[in-house]
T-cell receptor, first 111, second 115 residues
Framework: AAGVIQSPRHLIKEKRETATLKCYPI?????VYWYQQGPGQDPQFLIS???????DKGSIPDRFSAQQFSDYHSELNMSSLELGDSALYFC??????????FGPGTRLTVL | AQTVTQSQPEMSVQEAETVTLSCTYD???????LFWYKQPPSRQMILVIR??????QNATENRFSVNFQKAAKSFSLKISDSQLGDTAMYFC????????????FGTGTSLTVIP
């Protein structure tokens, strides 16, 4: 069965640089979620989209923005990167109101 | 806000034995979903089991079952016949439908299955 696809899987950036993470949900899933998981921590909700509209917002810094496109894929844009942004970033998708299926994550390292 | 508590940071179990992971949550809602996710060393988040709050019957998936006590706001995971591949971090998660559907995760329990 098709799963959630995230790219890239690994990303290394310098401080103050910009990064873009991409998420391709499972076909026919209309809702996408972004989570940030720091080392040894539980995933923290950042933002979600339903039918290309932002549906909920969590602890997403103002330096980050995201959107969902017409093909339902989503991108998380991160600017002015800080050392503390180093984390595993998960995307999850769901048919609305149902179980979330997670992608493999993008490991971001900020040097 | 919803809170999810996993009071056991680390647990271990002998292979083939049974282990129970605890999870409690706090909510004023009546309709919600509960999940257990497994995160092995690969860091992939894998769904283990889910429970709808309106269902009294405890969910079961092969060797995994839950003990859902709605009044006590408790949602424990029982793993029977533990296997080495069960070694992972286990996260309990709460979801309230139709309000953005974001997950609230517990802090996780690191389970080690000992050969």
């Amino acid at each position: 069965a098709a799963g959630v696809i995230q790219s890239p899987r690994h990303l290394i950036k310098e401080k103050r640089e910009t990064a873009t993470l991409k998420c391709y949900p499972i076909p026919r899933h209309d809702t996408v979620y972004w989570y940030q998981q720091g080392p040894g921590q539980d995933p923290q909700f950042l933002i979600s989209f339903y039918e290309k509209m932002q549906s909920d917002k969590g602890s997403i810094p103002d330096r980050f923005s995201a959107q969902q496109f017409s093909d339902y894929h989503s991108e998380l844009n991160m600017s002015s990167l800080e050392l503390g942004d180093s984390a595993l970033y998960f995307c999850a998708s769901t048919p609305r109101g149902d179980t979330q299926y997670f992608g493999p994550g993008t490991r971001l390292t900020v040097l | 806000a919803q809170t999810v508590t996993q009071s056991q940071p680390e647990m271990s179990v002998q292979e083939a034995e049974t282990v129970t992971l605890s999870c409690t949550y706090d909510t004023s809602e009546n309709n919600y979903y509960l999940f257990w996710y497994k995160q092995p060393p690969s860091r992939q988040m894998i769904l283990v089991i889910r429970q709808e709050a309106y269902k009294q019957q405890n969910a079961t998936e092969n060797r995994f079952s839950v003990n859902f006590q709605k009044a006590a706001k408790s949602f424990s995971l029982k793993i029977s016949d533990s296997q080495l591949g069960d070694t992972a971090m286990y996260f309990c998660a709460f979801m309230k439908p139709n309000t953005g559907n974001q997950f609230y995760f517990g802090t996780g329990t690191s389970l080690t299955v000992i050969p």
